[in-house]
């Protein structure tokens, strides 16, 4: 773990080892899976370092230390779902504390701040991360966080990382980034100046579509204590087998995140020429408002796509007529996805917030898998010839 730093080796060969060394008690390549709740004890008091598996587990450690290394931070934590990993961030928070959060992200997301926290007195305002003087005219003495996704799901818009840290800790505020889209591949928030990045490892980190799972980043030793004694406390961990497939998936990130770049961008510029898409949201495309901002702050684009198709009839129309693109909720795995934000990720957003930030009826969001270009080219085209 700790001879693979930040700057001796590159990002895949890190992926691939960190974390990962062989084990030492039988030189296993791959990290084992310890499947056991507790651990023996040689008399009161005396043990190896391991009591109980909520709190301690070999595999976990394994991956948390890997995660940590591949966002440039101190330590990692591991949670049962991307939900469960922002919910122990948020409870980093006391009542009274206020947050301002972007107002395009993950319905999820809302619905925990809006139907859960509220309750307990955390206050929030939504605000357009992408302007600035917005975030600043937000802030009040009680501002504890400034929480973002980037890009953010589903309009693909993108928050100013750097500038956003700034304005966070000129008001001693942390900044939280949902790093999910981008994966820390493409995008390396704690390096911009954040102080706790996020993923659902449900989605790119995981890869396959085989398992729910969540990781927090933390930059700061101190950060990390409080999290390390929330994750125990709350309780909300992986299964050891989740962190062993997060582990094997990790190692092939880099291949996966550039294959998925690749379709992405030969997809989105099919469809922002195509005649029956009114307009198409991806940061790799130099009409995206924030193209500029994409590639300072991004190492890659990723694999998301949201696509205008006009209408809800549209929508169920193209839906139904791919054929390599499932319909399904989740992002991120080798298989291409496309998804209806209203009906599916986005329904716990009100209908005029969404309309208000363009998640219309007829948006589709497409999850661009790793399946072979030009086979994928060919299912968007005719699933779009049927539309007219």
Not at 33 to 58: C, D, M, W
Not at 215 to 222: G, T, W
Not at 273 to 291: R, V
Not at 349 to 368: F, H, N, Y
Request: net charge negative.
């Amino acid at each position: 773990m700790s001879h693979y730093d930040h700057h001796q080796f590159g990002f895949s060969t890190r992926a691939i080892h960190a974390g990962q060394e062989p084990d030492p008690l039988t030189g296993a390549v791959t990290v084992p899976l310890y499947q056991t709740s507790t651990y023996a004890q040689e008399a009161i008091g005396v043990h190896k370092g391991f009591e109980y598996a909520r709190t301690q587990n070999p595999t976990r450690f394994a991956w948390e230390a890997s995660m940590a290394n591949l966002e440039q931070g101190c330590a990692g934590f591991a949670f049962g779902s991307g939900m469960a990993a922002i919910d122990a961030v948020m409870r980093l928070l006391s009542s009274g504390d206020h947050v301002i959060c972007a107002e395009d992200m993950y319905g999820g997301t809302f619905r925990l701040f809006d139907k859960v926290l509220k309750r307990f007195g955390v206050e929030f305002s939504v605000v357009d991360m992408t302007n600035l003087d917005d975030v600043k005219s937000a802030i009040r003495p009680s501002t504890t966080f400034i929480y973002t996704e980037s890009p953010t799901n589903p309009m693909m818009k993108l928050t100013d990382i750097a500038a956003l840290a700034s304005i966070a800790h000129e008001a001693n505020a942390l900044l939280i980034v949902d790093n999910t889209f981008a994966s820390p591949y493409a995008q390396k928030p704690l390096a911009l100046g954040a102080d706790i990045v996020l993923h659902s490892a449900t989605k790119y980190l995981g890869g396959h579509s085989d398992l729910v799972s969540g990781i927090v980043v933390a930059k700061e030793p101190e950060i990390a204590e409080q999290l390390r004694f929330i994750q125990n406390a709350a309780g909300a961990v992986p299964g050891p087998m989740e962190c062993w497939l997060c582990l094997r998936s990790i190692k092939t990130l880099s291949i996966r995140m550039k294959q998925h770049a690749e379709n992405a961008m030969a997809i989105a510029e099919y469809c922002e020429q195509h005649p029956a898409i009114s307009a198409t949201h991806y940061p790799g495309l130099p009409t995206h408002p924030q193209y500029a901002l994409a590639k300072q702050q991004m190492t890659g684009f990723g694999g998301m796509i949201s696509i205008e198709l006009g209408s809800l009839e549209q929508a169920k129309k193209f839906t139904t007529s791919v054929k390599l693109f499932t319909l399904a909720e989740s992002l991120g795995g080798v298989e291409s996805l496309v998804c209806h934000p209203v009906s599916m990720t986005h329904g716990s957003i009100p209908k005029e917030q969404r309309e208000k930030l363009g998640i219309t009826d007829g948006l589709v969001r497409l999850s661009c898998g790793i399946e072979d270009k030009e086979d994928l080219l060919a299912d968007i085209a005719q699933a779009l010839d049927a539309l007219s």
